[in-house]
């Protein structure tokens, strides 16, 4: 008996070395980055108190019924918001065009939610694709993709493409090409977000102007230092996703296998562990104390090694995708400033790029 539970072991072993293999990273870790702010401001404490009642929202609930609950809530967050824009709703693909008064529709940007790839939605996310489409003067085309467990993460996956393929083709009022188009989102979108750069590579398609990426999850191996060094500075994921510092990693690795049907060093799951080379300017914000924050700082330092212009600004004690909280949080205004400055020298360089042609 002894015998055969050291070989089960050994196999056990090996096939987790087989299959998860990766490149060690440790080495970007120590790569300084752009830090704006000075400390959280007072309306961080209201931040604080709406993540306490996104808790409450699920609380006592379990397997479905939590899911449904925090959906909802998730939803409710546009409610009672200025919103300027005009929303179109879109059937193929799904999603609304978020079009702000005077929006030129020839700029557009795919817009992709977060929400660990399981709630959130165009609604839940307004509050961004409204500010979005003010300060780039774009048409925003929310994508309302595919979530799981109804469904496989390859599933959404596959609408970002064919949204993006749309797009390109596309605009609110019918056929036509974009002048400008940007790829954005946070969270596990903006893990789509980094992902669908690669694949736009990949298959020869027109590649995005740019792109931003607000906390984006890039690697779902969780090795990196601050997915368990930031647990208790983190108070929206640390609650939730706290707990698994406590689970050895190939035993993550495994249920993450199990759940979203693809390794999670696959580099569609996880694009930091791709080719990060010839990508378009992307601009990555995160919180210095979130669980992400490493995630974040891999990726910027993986791709500018690669040569690709990757720019990693972060914020002191915010929360996951504070942005999200524009107006009321002064920082996430403070964050839309930023892209639109980064979208300016965007448009710049490839004006300066079209001069010289």
């Not at 009672?80 to 529709?105: H, M, N, Y």
Request: charged share 20%; proline share 6%.
């Amino acid at each position: 008996m002894f015998w055969i539970i050291a070989v089960v072991i050994v196999v056990i072993v090996a096939l987790t070395l087989l299959m998860f293999r990766m490149e060690d990273l440790s080495h970007f870790d120590q790569e300084q980055y752009s830090v704006r702010g000075a400390s959280p401001s007072a309306e961080n404490q209201n931040v604080l108190e709406r993540l306490k009642e996104m808790r409450r929202a699920g609380k006592g609930l379990r397997g479905k019924a939590r899911l449904l609950a925090m959906r909802k809530h998730m939803d409710s967050l546009s409610d009672g918001l200025d919103l300027q824009s005009e929303f179109r709703q879109c059937s193929t693909p799904k999603g609304e065009w978020v079009i702000a008064p005077g929006a030129d529709t020839r700029r557009r940007i795919l817009y992709i939610h977060g929400g660990a790839w399981a709630v959130g939605s165009p609604r839940s996310h307004r509050s961004i694709t409204d500010r979005l489409s003010r300060i780039t003067n774009a048409a925003v085309f929310s994508l309302d993709y595919r979530l799981m467990p109804e469904h496989r993460f390859m599933d959404g996956v596959r609408d970002c493409r064919k949204a993006y393929a749309w797009l390109l083709e596309n605009g609110p009022d019918g056929k036509s090409e974009p002048e400008f188009i940007l790829i954005a989102g946070d969270s596990a979108g903006g893990s789509h977000t980094l992902g669908l750069l690669a694949w736009i590579r990949e298959n020869g398609l027109r590649q995005a102007d740019g792109a931003v990426a607000f906390s984006p999850s890039t690697d779902l191996t969780m090795s990196a230092p601050s997915n368990r060094n930031n647990i208790s500075t983190d108070p929206m994921l640390g609650p939730m996703f706290g707990g698994l510092s406590k689970v050895p990693r190939p035993v993550i690795w495994w249920a993450t296998l199990a759940a979203f049907r693809i390794s999670p060093t696959s580099p569609i799951a996880s694009p930091l562990l791709g080719n990060l080379a010839n990508l378009p300017p992307t601009l990555i914000q995160a919180s210095d104390s979130e669980m992400l924050l490493d995630n974040a700082r891999r990726y910027a330092a993986k791709a500018r090694a690669a040569g690709s212009h990757v720019e990693l600004h972060t914020w002191p004690g915010m929360v996951h995708v504070w942005q999200i909280f524009t107006p009321m949080l002064p920082e996430a205004e403070e964050a839309f400033a930023d892209i639109e400055v980064f979208i300016r020298e965007i448009e710049s360089r490839k004006g300066q790029q079209a001069e010289t042609a």
